[in-house]
């Protein structure tokens, strides 16, 4: 229905459709019989083809939060193979050009090249020895007599592990690297260059591709710099990091922060694979309850029936209607007339792990649930999982995300409209969230915490900040909304999420006097939203997956069409 369309897509459901049927046109879906290397060629083919048929260049994509979202959105869903190089290409390549480049013919080539996916973008951050940060091994050191940059790997520590540049696809990358300026340390900061061309590599790097992972196929290698030569233009600074043309480093921002400064752009992609993730979970629900109103063994009780499984299915419902609507709403507020009011880095930081990890959660579980179905790649839900199961590692790695924005500083942020007034249930998990900020001001930890120090419980902090948000963003669809439906539907899923958060966090409630009504009022809220499965379903607005079984209207004749066989009875 409509409304409930507009619970998960706000004002952009137009915007989200055109973006979803053209990727949807794509054709793509999982491919039977091919190596892994051959799948990792069909993504960057899908993506030109998306540019074309959209009708925007890679820089405007990456530049604009509302068209981002609804590319990454819809990706996963319907064209697998492209979405793992999304926020590579725009947020973390073409979004830094926007961001940090000096208007140069050489960056404005570079960019040109990604606007039409001649060239694939990508970053090349992480390092053998780890991330690294400011502790970067990866030198750039300025050449003066060249006028531009050699970047090196002194140590097997500096090699950058798993860039997708292994294949023969043109690819263009920025590499973080600590600048060298007449021996001097000058930070970390990122630099441009095409790292493939079709000629091939660049003179200077060596690479070696790395063996298969277990699905997403991408041509992931590591590579080493054996003093490629990258010129003065490389350097993306922005107005505040400037190498001069007589050869002098010019930065107003102190050394420990340039590298953080750099890599602002990295909150983008976070939101775009929360969002993306998120996306796919709703997907595979819907599959499964499709699939559980058919499947029915010998002459037993239907699956749709059983109440072990309407279990799963509500839980994973209104787990997935809150985090969608979070996700949505940071990706609004980030394009909002108050977008500069807002720390958007943190909000990202907040979101990715939550909407990721859930996402993870509701598929395995679809997959689960729907048995030998759920193991094969044409029902897509492996191939979900396996995009999910990356994301929660790119763009930070989900714990090291939770450890670094856990403090206790965002119990106090607020979603844009949130009342002073909140339901009992939202005020119990703001007692739970206020407990752990409490401890971790005074350094002493919580009876109900079983945290090993201040990183684990960092990462409680952050588990709390997240479902209070994803509980209140829902509950304001339910008290903003105009059809009573709708709004009725968004209670019952904003409080059953809600009062899963407490059950399942019971140490934290022990002795609460609302203990009880948790459980009684957590059965009704369910109830609810089983007798409006397929309604809320719906309200994904997915595109047509009927050509995966559990998405066909008869599973059953979708086999009878693959294999060709008749029944016995008709033979």
């Known amino acids: 229905m409509a409304a409930l ?72 869903v319907a064209a697998p ?65 060249t006028g531009g940059f050699r970047i090196s790997s002194p140590s097997a520590e500096a090699w950058k592990f798993m860039p997708n540049a292994a294949s023969t696809v043109p690819k263009t990358a920025v590499v973080t690297a600590r600048l060298l300026v007449d021996g001097e340390d000058q930070g970390v900061l990122p630099f441009l260059f095409r790292l493939r061309t079709s000629e091939g590599l660049a003179k200077g790097v060596d690479a070696v591709t790395l063996p298969d992972k277990s699905s997403t196929a991408m041509d992931h290698g590591i590579f080493r710099f054996t003093g490629l030569w990258v010129p003065r233009d490389a350097l993306l600074g922005g107005d505040w990091a400037v190498m001069t043309p007589d050869g002098r480093f010019e930065c107003d921002v102190p050394l420990r922060h340039r590298f953080h400064r750099a890599i602002g752009v990295l909150g983008d992609g976070r939101l775009d694979l929360a969002n993306c993730i998120i996306a796919a979970a709703r997907a595979g629900l819907a599959g499964l ?146 407990r752990i900020a409490t401890s971790l001001r005074n350094g002493s930890p919580d009876p109900a915490s079983c945290a090993l120090g201040p990183e684990s419980a960092a990462v409680e902090m952050a588990d709390a900040t997240s479902q209070r948000l ?20 968004a209670e019952s899923a904003a409080a059953a999420y809600a009062l899963e958060c407490i059950h399942s966090n019971a140490a934290w409630f022990i002795g609460h006097e609302h203990m009880p009504k948790v459980a009684n009022e957590l059965r009704g809220y369910r109830t609810v939203l089983l007798d409006h499965l397929t309604t809320m379903v719906d309200g994904f607005a997915l595109p047509d997956l009927s050509f995966a079984p559990i998405f066909s209207e008869n599973y059953i004749e979708a086999y009878r069409e693959f294999t060709g066989w008749k029944d016995a009875a008709a033979a």
Not at 91 to 101: P, T, V, Y
Not at 340 to 364: F, N, R
Not at 470 to 484: H, I
Request: with cysteine.
């Open 5 to 76: 369309r507009r619970v998960i897509f706000g004002e952009q459901w137009p915007l989200q459709r055109r973006f979803r049927d053209v990727i949807a046109g794509l054709g793509d879906g999982p491919r039977t019989g091919l190596i892994h290397s051959d799948e990792a060629l069909i993504g960057p083919e899908l993506l030109r083809l998306a540019l074309f048929r959209l009708g925007h260049p890679a820089r405007e994509i990456a530049a604009d939060h509302q068209l981002r979202g609804a590319l990454c959105g819809n990706a996963l």
């Open 470 to 489: 994803a509980a209140t963003a829902l509950y304001l669809e339910w008290v903003n909304g105009s059809d009573p439906t709708a709004c009725r539907l």
């Open 81 to 145: 193979h492209m979405a793992p190089i999304l926020t590579g290409h725009f947020s973390l390549s073409a979004s830094a050009i926007n961001r940090l480049g000096n208007g140069s013919r050489y960056q404005q080539e570079c960019l040109t090249e990604l606007d039409s996916a001649q060239a694939i973008g990508l970053l090349c951050l992480t390092e053998l020895g780890g991330t690294n940060g400011n502790d970067h091994k990866t030198i750039a050191e300025w050449d003066a007599e």
């Open 289 to 434: 309850v499709n699939y559980s109103l058919q499947r029915r063994p010998g002459e037993g009780m239907l699956m749709a029936d059983r109440d072990n499984v309407q279990l799963d299915q509500v839980s994973a419902l209104a787990a997935v209607y809150a985090t969608s609507v979070l996700g949505r709403r940071i990706r609004d507020l980030r394009s909002g007339p108050d977008a500069d009011d807002h720390p958007h880095a943190v909000w990202s930081m907040i979101a990715k792990p939550l909407l990721t990890y859930t996402g993870l959660e509701v598929l395995t579980m679809c997959e689960q649930r729907a048995g030998a179905q759920g193991a094969l790649r044409s029902n897509l839900l492996a191939d979900w999982i396996g995009g999910t199961k990356g994301a929660i590692t790119a763009e930070g790695e989900n714990r090291i995300l939770q450890v670094k924005v856990g403090r206790p500083d965002i119990e106090f942020l607020r979603l844009p409209g949130t009342p002073d007034r909140l339901p009992w249930y939202l005020e119990m998990l703001i007692h739970r969230e206020h």
